[in-house]
């Protein structure tokens, strides 16, 4: 089973309104994080936010806010107000805890969701 | 602060050819990864380590090698290059391995086998 689901391929939004990315994710690991990072068409990956499994409130960073949903296993990425520059690929990412018994170290990475912002 | 570097920027290398990707970080971090990204997908684990001299396998470790000697240079090695391993390449590095650790990402390597 995948453990990061984003299920909206590509979105295309308008200049300035609101867009809702969906992250939705499988652990049994009562402690885990959650990361966004957008990734422009000149390919580096940008850190964008982070939700931690115990943190008891939504995480924001500027424009950015995430929806963090937890017993339905979901964490959306919300971006206010969206600009031209917001248009990339974004994906969402989950880190586990290594002391669980958890495989490998690393994140594990969505297939993503192409957002392209009209004019 | 360069943060993480890689070199490479662009390779084509032919099918049964080596080659070292270079992955350096400047921010004294103890863990580093190596990570592929195949077209339209995520990134995937090849390998990851924990500190100079320790290094691990990811989800995707076959056809590749990692050495850490030092605490700045995790690099990856590619032995008898396949067409399957025509991929973007990003190293990251981590301070550590809580789960709020960031993990900052070089620019990528792009690698076509032909």
């Known amino acids: 089973a995948q453990k990061i689901t984003q299920t909206q391929p590509g979105m295309f939004v308008q200049e300035k309104e609101a867009v809702t990315l969906d992250c939705t994710y499988d652990?049994?690991?009562?402690?885990?994080?959650l990361f966004w990072y957008k990734q422009p068409s000149s390919g580096e990956m940008i850190f964008l936010i982070y939700?931690?499994?115990?943190?008891?409130q939504n995480a924001t960073e500027g424009r950015y806010s995430l929806n963090f949903q937890k017993a339905r296993k979901s964490a959306n990425l919300v971006i206010s107000a969206s600009q031209l520059g917001d248009s990339a690929m974004y994906f969402c990412?989950?880190?586990?805890?290594?002391?669980?018994?958890?495989?490998?170290?690393?994140?594990?990475f969505g297939k993503g969701t192409h957002l392209i912002i009209q004019p | 602060n360069a943060g993480v570097t890689q070199t490479p920027k662009f390779r084509i290398l032919k099918i049964g050819q080596s080659m070292t990707l270079q992955c350096t970080q400047d921010?004294?971090?103890?863990?580093m990864y190596w990570y592929r990204q195949d077209p339209g997908m995520g990134l995937k684990l090849i390998y990851y380590?924990?500190?100079?001299?320790?290094?691990d396998k990811g989800e995707v470790p076959n056809g590749y090698n990692v050495s850490r000697s030092t605490t700045e240079d995790f690099p990856l090695r590619l032995e008898l290059a396949a067409p399957s391993q025509t991929s973007v390449y990003f190293c990251?590095?981590?301070?550590?391995?809580?789960?709020?650790?960031?993990?900052?990402f070089g620019p990528g390597t792009r690698l076509t086998v032909l």
């Open positions: 652990t049994s690991d009562p402690s885990y994080g």
């Open positions: 921010m004294n971090h103890n863990y």
């Open positions: 990251a590095s981590s301070l550590g391995d809580r789960v709020f650790d960031e993990q900052f």
């Open positions: 380590s924990v500190g100079a001299g320790i290094t």
């Open positions: 990412a989950m880190r586990e805890s290594m002391y669980s018994g958890g495989g490998a170290d690393g994140l594990t």
């Open positions: 939700q931690g499994s115990y943190d008891q």
